[in-house]
C-alpha cells in the first residue's frame, strides 16, 4: 500500500500543529526510528505512524466528539477523558488527507495513548516512543525505560505501562480501562529483571 512521503507529512504537519508539538512529533519519530531500526520493524511503517499519531492534537473537542461519531467510534466512556479523544480521532484526520494507511498505522495512531492488550510490535514502538522521546524533560524511570526499550521493544513498553499507572494511581487519576487491559496482558511476561552491570542494559541512546 502507497504510504504518503514524509516531506508532504511534514509540510501538513508544520501548518496544523504548534511548534512545540512540531518537535515532539520529530522526537517521537527519531526514537521509534532508532527502536525500529534495532528491532527489525519496517522504517518507513515507523516513520509514518510517528509523524501522524499526533496530528488531530490542534482539534477542539467538539470537532474530536463530532469525528468520533461520524465513524461510529465506540468511545467506551472515553468523554470522561477528552484528552485522549486526538488519539482515537487520528486514524481519520490522517487519511482523510492522505488516502488510506495500513491498519496496524492506523491502529498504533488509535492506541498510542492508551495502548491496548494485545499490541502489535508497530503499536508497542509508537505508545514507547511517545512516552521516551529525547525532547521529553527527565523523570522517574525515563532513562530504565529508553535502556529497557532498545534491550527489548515489549519489556521497555510493559515497563512503562506500569509505570504508567503507578504514577496516575499515586495521583489519584482514573486509570483509563484500556491501560488496565494493556498492562494486565503483560502478567505472563515479567520485566527482566536485568542486574545492574548487565551488558544488555549498556546500549547507549544514540543522539543524532
Ligand atoms: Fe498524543
Ligand atoms: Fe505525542
Redesign the pocket.
Known sequence: MPMPARNEILKWLYERLKPK?FL??LG?EQEALQLARIHGIPLKEASTAALL??CA?NLSTEKLLAICKDHNINLHNNEEYPQLLHAFAAPYVAQKQFGTLPEDVCNALRF??TGRAGMSPLEELIYSA?YA?LGRDPFPGLEEARKRLIADLSDGTHFILQNTVKYLESNHSEVFPMTMQALESYKDRPLINYSQNDRRLQKEHIIW
Open positions: 508539538r515532539h512529533t517521537v499519531h499526533d492534537k498510542h495513548t511517545d522521546e
